[in-house]
T-cell receptor, first 113, second 112 residues
Framework: DGGITQSPKYLFRKEGQNVTLSCEQN?????MYWYRQDPGQGLRLIYY???????QKGDIAEGYSVSREKKESFPLTVTSAQKNPTAFYLC????????????FGSGTRLTVV | SQQGEEDPQALSIQEGENATMNCSYK?????LQWYRQNSGRGLVHLIL?????REKHSGRLRVTLDTSKKSSSLLITASRAADTASYFC????????????FGAGTRLAVHP
């Protein structure tokens, strides 16, 4: 089955640590996205990538980094510079061609301990 | 920058009733999309309406778009308990690259 997989489902980070969230898709989609969701709120765009080896900052990129070395993979690193990282992180992909919807992963819940 | 704002923030109805959620946005768009999110899960794409369309149907869902008022509505007819979820509108701004901007969502509770 085609889809988008995020791992881990739950992640705990100590103060000062960097952590990496995985996002893999087998939909042959060109575009991939990372969003952050805080309780009771909508999604805010962190980073997005339209093609391999290229990515752009979204609205809240500070304290985060990404890479896009393969079409299938778009990992997100939450660095120690992100002062309030506790949130639900959602990865999505789309074909990027015309008016299309996103396919979302099931999310990673990150908690600072 | 949140473009879409849903109204109401929360909605509680009985099974069998219709549920209407509204979305307003600020800039011109290529299309507007509605998504559903069950608690603690990812979002699921429900329906997409292009800027040159006024109404679209999919099963029990009906979406309208009024570009002059920069607003959209999602109607779920004959609601079921399984429709309980949060519903988000997302806009694809004109001149962009399918980079969706999401609103804060409407939490729908359907009681048996």
């Amino acid at each position: 089955d085609g889809g988008i997989t995020q791992s881990p489902k739950y992640l705990f980070r100590k103060e000062g640590q960097n952590v990496t969230l995985s996002c893999e898709q087998n939909l042959n989609h060109d575009a991939m996205y990372w969003y952050r969701q805080d309780p009771g709120q909508g999604l805010r765009l962190i980073y997005y990538s339209q093609i391999v080896n290229d990515f752009q900052k979204g609205d809240i990129a500070e304290g985060y980094s990404v890479s896009r070395e393969k079409k299938e993979s778009f990992p997100l690193t939450v660095t120690s510079a992100q002062k309030n990282p506790t949130a639900f992180y959602l990865c999505a992909s789309s074909s990027g061609q015309g008016a299309v919807g996103y396919t979302f992963g099931s999310g990673t819940r990150l908690t600072v301990v | 920058s949140q473009q879409g704002e849903e109204d109401p923030q929360a909605l509680s109805i009985q099974e069998g009733e219709n549920a209407t959620m509204n979305c307003s946005y600020k800039t011109s768009i290529n299309n507007l999309q509605w998504y559903r999110q069950n608690s603690g899960r990812g979002l699921v794409h429900l329906i997409l309406i292009r800027s040159n369309e006024r109404e679209k149907h999919s099963g029990r869902l009906r979406v309208t778009l009024d570009t002059s008022k920069k607003s959209s509505s999602l109607l779920i007819t004959a609601s079921r308990a399984a429709d309980t979820a949060s519903y988000f509108c997302a806009t694809d701004p004109s001149g962009g690259y399918n980079k969706l901007i999401f609103g804060a969502g409407t939490r729908l509770a359907v009681h048996p």
